[in-house]
């Protein structure tokens, strides 16, 4: 299969400008947890290199998280979204402010967020947009995300670039590069990592949540849970 | 056993066909019996359909998981609509809808077995009116987000990623499974009007 070329041009491979030399925040993040796994590596204590074997968490160390590291929490929550789900919107709105003030602010939940674009033809952009912005910050992307969720029923695809670069005006992120990477075809490697672990983890629907206690595998759950729901089934 | 095969199965396009309909709605209610069968296969269907929005999560967690009693207790009754948010506002409505719909045409199906006999329900009538209900069942299994049945219809077919709105929501899916429970209604109305016309016939020569 010949490789796209396209994908060559993701954060992380050979594109420019993200940090000005050729490191990535990615790519940054990757070094770094491969130099603490080495560094831990022989320790009889703890259980620092704890990973998560499942389809869903493929990849996982490059995903934006909310709290502790899995290996530091009691709990790990995955989440398939689309920007452009209308489902999604609600669960972020509804569960995810109280989970955070709760649970993952409290450090006993991690939280991770991955894209599975299937609804609007907006939501494959998006979701490249928020990949790359990701890349650059991830306080931004929080917010950038945000507020895709928010202003769902007026963003198109032939308006995201705009709203887009609206919103990183007050942001310290460099809208223009962000657009101009998406545009030059970047970041469709890494929106497809999260659609085939999704497809790996039979994901039908956005959203969907994978459940984890301390790294294994406790169930899925398939559309806009409660907190009372994640609360009780996760234990608490 | 005698099998009654009908070649046409109809729609309920005309006013008297709704009149049947009401009339045979009537006719099984008007025991107590079936009201209460009513309000069993309506929670029957309605917890079918909570449960099938998330069957691992019911297992794994509600059934078989290591937590206390309340613990799955409250995860069981978040997942059905207004106790959970699992469906949103007008999904909870249409679900609720659907699963008075389904838990009447069950009653209806069984009224029908049982009044007149395994001949007509497993009539061209009967058969359509069984298969209507489960299709209306099965059809509003997925109502938290259409996107998700369609995308999987969709994915069936080879479209794989293929981008699908759900009308209204989800809601849409919803309404056709209402449709064909309405339609499973008809039919079942029509085979209870045609087994109690047998039976007339057959008490007349019986006389």
């Known amino acids: ?236 | 056993m005698n099998l009654q095969i009908r070649t046409a199965v109809r729609l309920p396009v005309h006013a008297r066909d709704w009149r049947l309909m009401a009339r045979a709605v009537r006719r099984v209610l008007s025991q107590r019996r079936y009201v209460g069968l009513l309000g069993v296969s309506t929670v029957l269907a309605l917890s079918a359909i909570a449960v099938a929005q998330n069957g691992e999560l019911f297992v794994r967690v509600v059934v078989l998981g290591r937590l206390p009693l309340s613990n799955r207790l409250h995860v069981l009754a978040a997942m059905y609509p207004f106790l959970g948010t699992t469906f949103e506002f007008t999904t909870a409505v249409s679900v609720l809808a659907l699963s008075t719909l389904v838990g009447l045409d069950v009653t209806m199906l069984l009224y029908h077995f049982r009044e007149h006999g395994v001949s007509a329900a497993v009539g061209a009538s009967g058969t359509a009116g069984t298969a209507g209900a489960l299709v209306g069942a099965l059809g509003a299994g997925c109502v938290v987000c259409g996107t998700s049945l369609l995308a999987g219809l969709i994915s069936l077919v080879g479209v794989s990623g293929g981008v699908v709105v759900a009308p209204f929501e989800g809601l849409g899916v919803t309404l056709l499974a209402a449709a064909l429970v309405v339609l499973s209604l008809f039919w079942t109305a029509e085979g209870m009007h045609g087994g109690m016309r047998k039976r007339e016939l057959a008490e007349r020569s019986d006389r």
């Open chain 1, 1 to 236: 299969m010949v490789p796209d070329p396209r994908t060559e041009t993701d954060a992380g491979r050979s594109s420019p400008g993200c940090t000005g030399t050729g490191l990535t925040r990615r790519r940054v993040l990757r070094l770094g947890a491969a130099t603490v796994v080495g560094s831990v590596a022989g320790c009889s204590s703890g259980d620092q290199t704890r990973t998560i074997d499942h389809p869903a968490a493929a990849d996982l160390g490059d995903q934006p998280r909310l709290g502790p590291p899995p290996s530091e929490s009691d709990a790990t929550v995955i989440v398939f979204e689309d920007p452009s789900c209308p489902v999604c919107r609600a669960f972020e709105e509804r569960t995810v402010p109280k989970l955070r003030a709760i649970l993952i602010d409290a450090g006993q939940v991690t939280f991770y967020a991955r894209e599975y674009p299937i609804v609007a033809p907006w939501g494959t952009l998006g979701s490249r947009l928020l990949e790359a912005v990701y890349d650059r910050s991830e306080e931004a992307f929080w917010r950038v995300r945000a507020d895709y969720f928010d202003h769902q029923e007026e963003i198109r695809s032939n308006n995201l670039y705009d709203h887009t670069r609206r919103y990183l005006e007050d942001t310290a992120v460099d809208a223009d590069a962000v657009v101009e990477a998406v545009q030059g075809g970047g970041y469709r490697g890494a929106v497809q990592a999260d659609v085939r672990a999704a497809k790996n983890a039979d994901v039908k629907g956005t959203p969907t949540l994978f459940l984890f206690e301390s790294g294994e595998y406790l169930t899925d759950i398939v559309g806009a849970p409660s907190y009372t729901l994640l609360e009780n089934a996760l234990g608490y």
